[in-house]
T-cell receptor, first 116, second 113 residues
């Protein structure tokens, strides 16, 4: 089954404790990205990756890091989480990077993160 | 800055009522346009998309949207909603030539049985 898998789905942590949210897709998609969803703000893009070893900042990258060492995986790293990073996070992938002929985004189930 | 506006934040309708959700974007170039739906507790799923051609696009579950370039709009419509359409709806825009998707703030639709 084609899917985007995120882990963990739920996490409560404390300020400053490094954490990683994993994202894996089994569709051989080139494009992957991370979003955070906050009430009244919709989805905001954190980072995206056009292919292996190619990443770039989205609209809200502060406090986050990513890496793309393999095509299928795109982990989101919070080196020193703070309470303002409490949010619902979604990973998404697409067959092709956005462009004149672009694909839809396939989303993971979401990871709800609480930073105390 | 590029933005996507969804004017209706909360909409409550009775079953069989007609639906129209507004979406306007601020980018003047060529765009790809999407509507996604998020059912309670679930991830986002694509409802429909517009890349080029006929500005009236049809999606799943009886939804359709019309791209009006002169108004920078991509409104979502459904002639007769069902209780199962209760969800949050997001409009999204991708500017051709960039790798970013910009989402609207979403519209929460509640359909009363």
């Amino acid at each position: 089954e084609a899917q985007v898998t995120q882990n963990p789905r739920y996490l409560i942590t404390v300020t400053g404790k490094k954490l990683t949210v994993t994202c894996s897709q089994n569709m051989n998609h080139e494009y992957m990205s991370w979003y955070r969803q906050d009430p009244g703000l919709g989805l905001r893009q954190i980072y995206y990756s056009m292919n292996v070893e190619v990443t770039d900042k989205g609209d809200v990258p502060e406090g986050y890091k990513v890496s793309r060492k393999e095509k299928r995986n795109f982990p989101l790293i919070l080196e020193s989480p703070s309470p303002n990073q409490t949010s619902l996070y979604f990973c998404a992938s697409s067959q092709a990077p956005p462009g004149p002929i672009t694909g839809e985004l396939f989303f993971g189930e979401g990871s709800r993160l609480t930073v105390l | 800055a590029q933005s996507v506006s969804q004017h209706n934040h909360h909409v409550i309708l009775s079953e069989a009522a007609s639906l129209e959700l507004g979406c306007n974007y601020s980018y003047g170039g060529t765009v790809n346009l999407f509507w996604y739906v998020q059912y309670p507790g679930q991830h986002l799923q694509l409802l429909l998309k517009y890349f080029s051609g006929d500005p009236l696009v049809k999606g799943i579950k009886g939804f359709e949207a019309e791209f009006i370039k002169s108004k920078f709009s991509f409104n979502l419509r459904k002639p007769s909603v069902q209780w199962s359409d209760t969800a949050e709806y997001f409009c999204a825009v991708n500017n051709i030539g960039t790798y970013k998707y910009i989402f609207g703030t979403g519209t929460r639709l509640k359909v009363l049985a």
